[in-house]
């Protein structure tokens, strides 16, 4: 029976185990390090938060794994010997392999700040750090103030975990405006003003200096490149990530930033894939970036790699971009592309609107001579995967998708619906005469 | 594995801590229960209408003061900050102090009212004498334990309300249900019934939107004999009740699933919903949950059912003559609807209910055996062996007292707060058979939008695991779900949406998610 041997019990990993053994009857291995079961990484802010207990968010009972016959190995590799097919693990063990998979994830970046190795000073991306979390920052009395460092998504999700224990928190930013390098501009301000809501101490433009211990080696203050040194007694890296890969160095196996893949997530070496956040395509998919750290993606990857090692062999070739997540009360979704003014394309054109009193707005990105429907971001709607997932396929333009808005809408029912408000704005903006259609159920379900 | 203990890194901290106001307005609510307490120890309140004003506004206040010292000054959004750090909706001391305070209640209620001060042929003492001006007034009569256990219940659903409404000010579905489950109690449950009664005497005291099988009793003969007594008022008030059960709620059912009385309309669903709403999250995920729950509610709709047919069954007369409606049509009927029911579903249905289709079997067989053991062995008022009456007792005892009461609500802070709903209602378990196979209602999962966080499951009361299904990209079609909107709310990504459809395409089994290059998907999908 042949065996598969997957390394990282992350979302990637457990996928390709759950869909190969759909799929098959081979041996399943996973070895992973931080914990005994595979946990939601997107939810440990929840935990702290008090919304849910750590068990919580475990997507699967314990005795799934036993039962599917998926076998669990806690432990860390040290070595991957591709010419013997084995590895090796921190406490001496072997395990031998037919196939690997390498889907070990990420770790935060550190950039050689003076002080970043203190006591108290972490990341936010394993069960370690939240638990460090608890040390460090139980409550407002041992936690005066909070320094977060880095102004992207884990960054906002840190500094609202201490908001709910009444913790100060100081927010730097390298960018002008919130996460301005990913969102269009009044989308960044709209952020900007609601972390300020949540009484966030947002301090824009400024960049980290050092990190200062008192005599314990426990960081004390940082100082910025404002000249200002502000008192502290945890502060959190949340300046991105980068694949966690150290220990594949010598193994032959090519790395970049990522394990390099093709297309079909194999790596130079036969028989070795990798996916999730630590893959890195030779070629970026479209607009997409050759590494994708995002959830979906690596579920994506996981779907794909199981079906070629179960014989059907099958491309990574994910559809339209999607996209979501949640600031402080925010909810966002994104679906196709919207970039910021930085990145925006050449022939990208966005129209925005933005709720007079509400914390509500979209953007849509459209072709500026044809018109065809590029993407759209929302802030505070919902809407529904499945309608732009279709619209982008048909290449619809914008002036339907304006038309038929209220079919995407996937806010709970008796919400406000803002269509016609939307529309009599674009209609304004660009001297058009787009009447907005009614929901039709006909056409969301696509019957007929 | 962690090297802190999270209770003592919190004590009395945010946001376990309580602020000033909720301090001060827990305290106000304390006494408003405290001065009822009093009059347990046969403290003799001289003016009682008043006493009784101070108590119950001291607890509604209480209650919103609460609430606005816990909301008001927050923004918009989820309130789920601390709730597993908090002693009381995390099994703590708090939580089993006040589960054991609230079952020793029920107890008291339903088996020693003497306690609380009912007094059969004289005037109340204690607690129920306090009652007795606001009783007159609406109805005319002294209170029972029972006009005092509705008034308390009323009262607990409108200010728990006010605070559900304030939490989830965000979210128009869950104010406008709240509003919902708040007038049918008051109007429905707790006005019109003492209303009626001061108007029509003989009208049996009848809560119209309760209907049977949650209202077992309401073919029993005493009721009958009330209903027909009461002229054409309660003939009226007879046939609705046997519409709603039969007509009225199968097409609600059909165009909105079961919430539109689960959590819009009833008041076992209202108080959980508003009281208990600060436990919800209690109630067991796990699939050996999951499988006791489908064991014991059907269990108690074979029961209820049998228990009703030989109620009825036991006070009809034999001889045609008299009364269209005898002892054996009244059986063969029976038997034909559920044939018809077991025929339908066993041709059209069978594949949707999969595993299920055995368990309804078995309840079927044993029901028609039943019924035909009915027929053939029980003499007058005899069912089997036993008296009609005694299988009547056992099912008011076990169910309606045991079952709704002292474990339903008494448990909330252990269990969660729809313990009762879940295994134990028998409505809940018709509705939710139809709401299974014949509605248009299910959550829809947003495509491949789940991050898997396990909120939706965390919150959900009915202990369904909705992240199960989310992140399959499956929608959810449960019979349990009572459609309270919770799991949607608390989703931090959107993924969730309660509606209406097509039936087509309702339940929908994917392996590959959306967002995938859709040949990959098709390949996957449609094989
Ligand atoms: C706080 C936070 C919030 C996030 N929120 C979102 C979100 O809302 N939406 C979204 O799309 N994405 C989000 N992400 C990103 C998302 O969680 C990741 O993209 C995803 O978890 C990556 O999954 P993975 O399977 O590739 O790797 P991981 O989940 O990192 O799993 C890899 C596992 O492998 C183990 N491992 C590594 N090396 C070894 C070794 N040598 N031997 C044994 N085991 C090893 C690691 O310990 C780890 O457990 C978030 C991330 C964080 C940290
Ligand atoms: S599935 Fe959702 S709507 Fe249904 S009962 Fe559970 S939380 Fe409520
Ligand atoms: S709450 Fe939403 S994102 Fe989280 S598991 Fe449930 S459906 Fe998925």
């Known amino acids: ?448 | 594995m962690s090297t802190y203990d999270k209770s003592m890194a919190l004590t009395g901290q945010p946001p376990k801590a309580l602020n000033m106001g909720q301090k001060l307005a827990t305290l106000l609510g304390m006494s408003g229960l405290g001065i009822l307490a009093l009059t347990l120890f046969n403290i003799d309140f001289p003016n009682k209408g008043l006493w009784l004003t101070i108590a119950l506004s001291a607890i509604f206040i209480g209650v919103f003061w609460y609430s606005q010292a816990a909301y008001a000054s927050k923004l918009k959004g989820i309130k789920n900050d601390g709730v597993w750090f908090k002693s009381v909706s995390s099994r703590g001391l708090w939580g089993w102090m006040s589960g054991i305070a609230l079952t020793g209640f029920y107890i008291v209620l339903y088996f020693y009212p003497q306690y609380l001060g009912l007094v059969k042929d004289g005037e109340n003492i204690g607690v129920i004498a306090l009652f007795d001006p606001l009783s007159k007034m609406l109805s005319g009569n002294p209170a029972s334990q029972w006009f005092v256990y509705g008034t308390l219940y009323t009262v607990a659903i409108l200010a728990f309300g006010i605070k559900f409404i304030w939490k989830y000010r965000h979210n128009r579905y869950e104010k406008i249900r709240t509003v919902s489950v708040m007038f049918f109690q008051t109007a429905f449950a707790f006005l019109i019934p003492e209303i009626m009664a001061r108007l029509n005497g003989k009208i049996p005291y009848y809560d119209l939107k309760n209907m049977w099988p949650l209202n077992y009793y309401n073919f029993e003969r005493y009721r009958i004999n009330g209903f027909i007594d009461s002229g054409d008022i309660g003939m009226a008030m007879l046939i609705f009740g046997i519409l709603s059960i039969f007509v009225i709620s199968p097409i609600l059912t059909f165009k909105y699933g079961k919430r539109w009385y689960c959590s819009w309309v009833c008041g076992c669903g209202g108080l959980a919903e508003t009281a208990g709403d600060s436990f919800r999250h209690l109630s067991d995920k796990s699939k050996m949950a999951w499988k006791v729950e489908r064991w014991v509610v059907h269990s108690v709709v074979v029961f209820v059912t049998l228990m009703t047919t030989a109620v009825i069954y036991s006070y009809l007369g034999n001889d045609t003559s008299k009364y269209w409606l005898t002892k054996s049509v009244f059986l063969g009927g029976v038997a034909l609807v559920l044939t018809a029911v077991f025929v339908w579903v066993m041709l059209f249905k069978r594949e949707q209910l999969q595993k299920d289709a055995k368990y309804g079997a078995i309840g079927y067989f044993v029901i028609i055996m039943a019924l035909i053991g009915l027929h053939f062995f029980s003499g007058d008022g005899n069912i089997f062996l036993f008296k009609s009456e005694t299988l009547r007792k056992t099912y008011g005892f076990l169910i309606g007292s045991i079952f709704s009461g002292v474990i339903g609500t008494g448990f909330y802070p252990i269990f969660g707060n729809r313990v009762w709903c879940r295994f134990g209602c028998p409505m809940a378990a018709i509705l939710g058979f139809q709401q299974r196979l014949f509605s248009r209602f299910r959550i829809t999962t947003n495509g491949g939008q789940c991050i898997s966080c396990g909120n939706c499951s965390t919150y959900c009361e009915m202990g369904i695991d909705v992240r199960a299904y989310a992140q399959k990209g499956e929608n959810i079609v449960r019979s349990s779900c009572v459609g309270c909107g919770i799991c949607s709310a608390v989703c931090p990504r959107g993924v969730l949406k309660l509606e209406n459809g097509p039936q087509k395409g309702r339940i929908n089994p994917t392996e590959v998610l959306l967002g995938n290059e859709v040949d990959l998907m098709d390949l996957v999908n449609q094989k």
């Open chain 1, 1 to 448: 029976m042949e065996h598969i041997v997957i390394i990282g019990n992350g979302i990637s990993g457990v996928t390709a185990a759950r869909h190969i053994r759909k799929n098959s009857d081979k041996k399943i291995i996973i070895v992973s390090t931080e914990t005994d079961y595979f946990f939601s990484r997107t939810a440990l802010m929840y935990v702290y938060m008090g919304h849910m207990k750590f068990e919580h968010i475990q997507p699967y009972e314990n005795w799934f794994w036993k039962k599917n016959r998926i076998h669990l190995v806690k432990g860390y590799v040290e070595r991957v010997e591709h010419t013997s097919k084995n590895l090796v693990l921190k406490n001496g063990e072997n395990i031998a392999y037919d196939k690997l998979i390498i889907a070990t994830g990420s770790k935060p970046n550190k950039f050689g700040w003076p002080g970043q190795d203190l006591k108290g000073v972490q990341g936010l991306y394993s069960k370690q750090d939240l638990d460090a979390l608890e040390v460090s920052a139980p409550n407002k009395d041992v936690c005066k103030r909070a320094v977060i460092v880095g102004g992207g998504l884990i960054g906002i999700e840190l500094a609202e975990m201490l908001r709910t224990r009444d913790i100060p928190v100081t927010f730097l930013v390298r960018e002008t405006s919130f996460w301005n390098g990913v969102l269009p501009k009044g989308e960044s301000q709209m952020l900007n003003e609601h972390i300020a809501e949540h009484h966030i101490d947002l301090r824009l433009e400024t960049n980290l200096v050092e990190i200062l211990a008192d005599e314990n080696g426990h960081a004390r203050a940082v100082t910025t490149d404002k000249g200002n040194t502000i008192e502290c007694n945890m502060v959190g890296l949340t300046a991105g990530v980068s694949p966690n890969i150290d220990f594949l160095k010598d193994s032959g196996i090519e790395l970049g930033r990522g394990v390099k893949v093709n297309r079909y997530l194999e790596t130079n070496i036969p028989d070795i894939y990798a996916i999730g956040d630590c893959a890195e395509q030779h070629e970026a998919i479209g607009n997409r970036r050759p590494i994708e750290a995002v959830w979906y993606t690596g579920r994506m990857m996981g779907e794909t790699v199981a079906q070629t090692i179960c014989g059907n062999k099958i491309q990574y070739s994910p559809g339209h971009w999607f996209n979501s997540a949640k600031f402080l009360d925010i909810e966002y979704q994104t679906y196709g592309w919207v970039f910021s003014e930085r990145g925006m394309k050449e022939n990208e054109q966005h129209f925005h609107w933005r709720h007079s009193q509400e914390k509500i707005c979209i953007t849509i990105a459209f072709h500026k001579e044809t018109g065809l429907f590029l993407g759209i971001n929302t802030f505070g709607i919902r809407m529904r995967h499945e309608i732009f997932d279709r619209w982008l396929t048909e290449g619809r333009n914008v002036d339907y998708v304006m038309e038929h808005l209220a079919d995407a809408n996937f806010d709970p029912e008796f919400y406000s619906n803002y269509e016609q408000e939307i529309t009599s704005k674009f209609n304004s903006d660009f001297g058009k005469s787009i009447a907005s259609k009614k929901k039709s159920l006909k056409r969301i379900f696509a019957i007929g």
